[in-house]
């Protein structure tokens, strides 16, 4: 802002501050001038409501906290002073979808207080972009406010009109994780749902998510609706095993409540919003850290022809993994996952969760051996730490373990949390565990450990400040078509996890599987209504570019990979991008992506669809004009279908530049894959 019309703002804000008893309201703007805050607090209570364009979107919310043994801040209050701020900076990410990240924003921090005793205050701080807002409470050091105790966050989503929403359903007191299918429609139906959700107001003119970022010491915030009373949507936090929600003490800030903003589906991605509001990398190298492709001793669990647990079909032997670090070798594929080689897995291995050892291998497991192995073939042993929330045995153990993983040169980690409640009995999603996995993030940053986290937080964009953070789940992935009891993800799936789930960061979905059918290891292929995946062979490969995760997992086992033409895109793929565009998408429906690898000229695109075939008409006009392209496309064969016909496969070629314009023909359930390169000289 000009000093000029900073001045003017500041005298309109003492105006509207000098009259207490009237309704004060204090007002901020995106750069662009679209998108507007407004705080104001009426009849002692404080609300903030949303425009873009002139159009309300979140109409007057209310603010505040209830405590335990002590009065809510909730009544009472008055707007005593404001300040204002800017930013337009660029950053480099080490990773990601896009390279470069503008944060370009208008700060408005509110001061307010309460009229009468404790008079305790805090500072509600508004930051406005382009694509969307982010606000959150700082509770400074006070003498009327030292430790406390939340028992609800009263923060208020009221939307303006019913705008359809995607979402998966959340109860903290039963089954507590994210591994669920989407549901979509009015979002007065919600009941309690997850964040990220997403929602497109009922005129079709502007998408909003509602998340939040920057979740360090704080409970998660999942979203409670009131099922058809109204469509004002609150805040609900994951209980502890008493019931709290935070302890504290000041000072003390929440997370970012956040509201991303968007005129069309294909806008929502990437979306950075979050991540501007995490601060800055602190690690002060991150060269050790490098996204993969990786293969694993994985699959053969889920589909039943290996085990965790010791026995004839022990997956995890030196042997096998051997001979999964020589086809990772041959394949340029970067690491090798193994899962089932520390003590801990035989019996029940959810309820034994406190005999996981995270350093003792099975006797037929050599670690040093087979890191050595790993070493000397150029390829990562990505070491697996299933918890199964088993908290404490872990914590007891993770330096150990992770200073002898360093010994042996390991700098990769998946780690698990199948558990619904803690051992402790807390929510999945609660302060403790929010702290928890920091604690992990950060054991892990002075270890030099890279991570892929499983039944993970949800994602609030800590890969900005901690870049050793990678990937995570977080959503229904791959493996419920092996075993799931509803047959596996509808062909729908991924084309919703798009626009949720991966608006909040990376997934590790684990895509690739070729045999469609799970015939090989269970001797016949699996009936329609048996879990199977529910996709054509060209979606495995498309999903690569769509689904994006800087740990991305070529999932089937390698034999089944072997004398496969397609097994080609996956070899070729990246997985570190320097920009992204999404080129058309309905959300549920279809999307289809480009992505320019990092310091490359070469583009990839994916594309997938629900269960019904379509054409796309996708220009090209990403492409540098002027310049020849060669494109590899695999799409799915002559009546592809994904319910009885899932495997053709046409891989082909041809020249194409900015000005082509492609068809790309999606079978029902299929999907594209795409590599273009530039013809050397053909410019
Ligand atoms: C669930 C994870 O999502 C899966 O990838 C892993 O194999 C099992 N837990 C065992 O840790």
Redo the contacts with the bound molecule.
């Keep these: 802002m000009r000093p000029i019309a900073q001045s003017l703002a500041a005298f309109l804000a003492a105006l509207v501050l000098a009259a207490p008893a009237r309704a004060q309201e204090v007002t901020v703007a995106s750069p662009g001038g679209r998108n507007r805050a407004t705080v104001e607090a009426r009849e002692g209570r404080l609300y903030y409501s949303l425009t873009r364009d002139g159009r309300p979107l979140i109409l007057p919310s209310l603010l505040g906290f209830e405590f335990r043994n002590a009065p809510a801040l909730r009544e009472g209050l008055r707007i005593s002073d404001t300040t204002r701020a800017a930013k337009d900076e660029w950053w480099t990410q080490p990773w990601g979808e896009v390279a470069r990240v503008r944060d370009h924003h208008n700060e408005l921090a509110v001061s307010v207080e309460e009229t009468a005793a404790p008079n305790r205050r805090f500072v509600l701080r508004v930051r406005a972009f382009d694509d969307g807002i982010g606000f959150r409470y700082e509770l400074p050091e006070q003498p009327g406010m030292g430790s406390f105790e939340i028992s609800d966050e009263l923060t208020e989503f009221s939307l303006a009109d019913n705008p359809r929403a995607w979402w998966i359903p959340s109860n903290w007191a039963r089954k507590d994780r994210s591994e669920m299918l989407y549901s979509s429609g009015p979002a007065s139906l919600l009941d309690s749902v997850q964040t990220p959700l997403t929602m497109e107001t009922r005129d079709g003119r502007t998408f909003l998510v509602i998340h939040e970022a920057n979740l360090v010491d704080y409970a998660r915030m999942n979203l409670a609706g009131q099922r058809g009373e109204s469509r004002t949507l609150e805040a609900d936090l994951a209980p502890m095993a008493d019931g709290i929600k935070v302890r504290g003490k000041t000072p003390f800030v929440t997370p970012w409540r956040t509201i991303q903003l968007a005129d069309r589906a294909t806008e929502l991605a990437p979306s950075v919003l979050g991540l501007n509001l995490n601060p800055p990398n602190v690690l002060t190298s991150t060269d050790w850290i490098k996204p993969m492709k990786y293969v694993g001793i994985?699959w053969g669990?889920h589909i039943n022809t290996m085990t965790w647990g010791s026995g004839p079909k022990h997956g995890a032997t030196t042997a096998n993994t051997k001979r999964y670090i020589d086809f990772a070798a041959a394949n340029g594929i970067g690491g090798v996952l193994v899962?089932g080689w520390n003590t801990g897995w035989d019996g029940d291995w959810i309820a034994n969760r406190d005999a996981f050892s995270f350093t003792q291998a099975y006797p037929d497991y050599n670690l040093a051996e087979v890191a050595a192995y790993a070493k000397q073939k150029g390829v990562k042993l990505i070491v697996h730490n299933?918890t199964s929330g088993g908290i404490q045995n872990y914590e007891r153990q993770m330096d150990s373990a992770f200073a002898l993983y360093r010994s042996l040169g390991l700098d990769a980690i998946k780690s698990?949390y199948?558990t619904d409640l803690t051992s402790e009995g807390h929510s999945h999603y609660s302060q403790f565990m929010v702290q928890h996995y920091r604690r992990v993030i950060e054991a892990a940053a002075r270890y030099g450990i890279m991570l892929d986290v499983?039944?993970p937080m949800h994602d609030t964009g800590e890969r900005r400040t901690w870049p050793n953070m990678m990937t995570r789940?977080g959503a229904r992935?791959q493996?419920y078509n092996a075993w799931s009891g509803d047959g596996g993800n509808p062909p729908e799936h991924e084309t919703i996890l798009f626009f949720t789930r991966l608006l909040s960061g990376p997934m590790d979905f684990t895509p690739g599987v070729f045999d469609l059918l799970i015939e090989r290891g269970t001797g016949r292929p699996r009936r329609p209504d048996e879990p199977r995946i529910r996709t054509t062979l060209a979606k495995q490969l498309a999903l690569y570019v769509a689904l994006y995760s800087p740990m991305q997992m070529a999932a089937d086992l390698p034999e089944n990979y072997e004398g496969q033409p397609a097994f080609q895109f996956i070899r070729d793929v990246a997985v570190d991008w320097d920009t992204t565009r999404v080129l058309d998408a309905r959300i549920g429906d279809y999307v289809a992506v480009a992505r320019r690898e990092r310091g490359g000229q070469t583009w990839f695109v994916g594309a997938i669809t629900d269960e019904e075939g379509r054409t796309l008409s996708v220009p090209l006009s990403f492409l540098t004009p002027g310049r020849r392209y060669e494109a590899e496309i695999y799409a799915d064969g002559p009546q592809a279908h994904w319910l009885d016909n899932p495997l053709p496969l046409t891989i082909s070629r041809r020249t194409v530049t900015s000005a082509t314009r492609l068809s790309v023909v999606l079978a029902p359930g299929g999907g594209q894959a795409i590599r273009i390169r530039p013809v050397r000289g053909g410019s």
Excluded: F, L
Aim: glycine content about 18%; proline content about 0%.
């Design positions: 994985w669990m899962e299933e698990g199948v499983h039944e789940e992935g493996e």
